[in-house]
């Protein structure tokens, strides 16, 4: 159910992002704002987008309609993107395994806020190269209300945590600037490491970092070799932070201990 709501952030948001941003550019240039039409993440219902066919109840069941309406729209028969039921049954397995990980406690309900924000934030970054504000910014200062009590780490390690997961791309968005004047990276990027290290301390900000490096350096040169994919195409590196920071979340303190022996 989670995952379905997920798939309506991933698809809402960077549109009512726009709208806001029509309706300031709009204001800063002294013009009446434009009318737009409500459109929030709980308004209009769920329609199909090729026939604007209104999903009844039966119809927007997680993964159990896309199999029943065998991925087509019950009215005008297009096809339904896999990405809906592949994001809840994602969310589901996630949520499964980290409430079996961390068992009935808030360091699981926690747990659980962190990964639904880590998927919505994958999806919107592979659809938009875009990491809004409007997620990184309250999933860092949720971290850091959390570790107050110590939920994941102790309030010291996730507050350098935050500053300094902010502070290493930053550094690195700067001497590549100045190297090469090209942005190497989004601010988004900037935000969402300091909110990892807001949640899981500044300890585990190397397991992000090097998992997050890695597996995008990888992806990237698959990408030019076998898709022939120019080098110049921007390829998003959150989805790359978020797997770190995922990793990072069930399985940091055993790869850390690793790591230093």
């Not at 798939?7 to 009446?32: D, F, G, S, T």
């Not at 090729?50 to 069941?61: I, K, R, S």
Request: proline share 6%.
């Amino acid at each position: 159910m989670v995952g379905s709501f997920l798939n309506v952030v991933i698809h809402r948001l960077p549109k009512m992002m726009e709208q806001a941003w029509r309706a300031q550019c709009a204001e800063l240039r002294q013009e009446p704002s434009p009318e737009i039409p409500v459109y929030d993440l709980m308004r209009p219902r769920s329609s199909c987008p090729h026939c604007g066919h209104q999903l009844a109840a039966v119809e927007n069941v997680p993964i159990l309609s896309y199999v029943f309406l065998k991925g087509r729209c019950a009215a005008c028969r297009k096809p339904i993107g896999l990405r809906y039921p592949l994001v809840e049954a994602l969310s589901g397995l996630l949520s499964a395994y980290t409430a079996w990980r961390f068992g009935f406690s808030m360091v699981a309900a926690g747990a659980l806020v962190f990964v639904w924000a880590l998927i919505a934030l994958t999806f919107i970054d592979l659809d938009t190269q875009l990491l809004p504000d409007n997620i990184t910014l309250p999933l860092l200062w949720t971290g850091l209300l959390l570790n107050l009590g110590g939920t994941f780490t102790d309030l010291q390690s996730a507050v350098i945590g935050a500053v300094a997961g902010y502070l290493v791309l930053w550094s690195i968005y700067w001497l590549f600037k100045i190297a090469t004047g090209k942005e190497g990276m989004g601010f988004g990027d900037f935000k969402l490491l300091s909110a990892i290290g807001a949640w899981l301390g500044w300890k585990m900000l190397p397991v992000v970092i090097l998992l997050s490096s890695a597996v995008g350096a990888i992806v990237g040169i698959a990408l030019i070799v076998v898709a022939r994919r120019g080098r110049n195409v921007p390829i998003p590196f959150g989805p790359y932070l978020a797997g770190g920071g995922l990793i990072a979340l069930f399985w940091g303190e055993h790869l850390f201990n690793w790591y230093l022996g």
